[in-house]
């Protein structure tokens, strides 16, 4: 069994910076791909960005230059660093994993607010 647990919301003013951190807990298993995705309010969640397990990246444009998504493959962790955070940043932000041993499947974090003022 696999279980997320995300860390590192919060409100900060724009122009600041948040770290997000997502750990897989459990035993047995190994994982792929994994991103962070966010749902603003009244809106459609969307990708953020994501990471291979060889480390090769993909960001929306919206957050290019600004956020940096990595990894750390032997705690099973991927975080989010923001930078230069912008009050349209404001979202519900969740991770998600792609297991692909013992078993194929994807699985979502429970979300982390993310607020940014102006």
């Known amino acids: 069994q696999v279980r997320l647990v995300e860390s590192g919301g919060g409100l900060v003013q724009a122009g600041g910076s948040l770290r997000l951190s997502c750990a897989a807990a459990?035993?047995?298993?190994?994982?792929?791909?994994m991103g962070w995705y966010r749902q603003p309010p009244g809106k459609q969640r969307e990708l953020v960005a994501t990471i291979t397990s060889g480390g090769s990246t993909n960001y929306a444009d919206s957050v290019k230059g600004r956020f940096t998504i990595s990894r750390d493959n032997a705690k099973n962790t991927v975080f989010l660093q923001m930078n230069s955070l912008k009050p349209e940043d404001t979202a519900v932000y969740y991770c998600?994993?792609?297991?692909?041993?013992?078993?194929?499947?994807?699985?979502w974090g429970q979300g982390t607010q993310v607020t940014v003022s102006s």
């Open positions: 998600k994993v792609q297991v692909e041993w013992p078993r194929n499947y994807e699985l």
């Open positions: 459990g035993s047995g298993f190994r994982l792929n791909r």
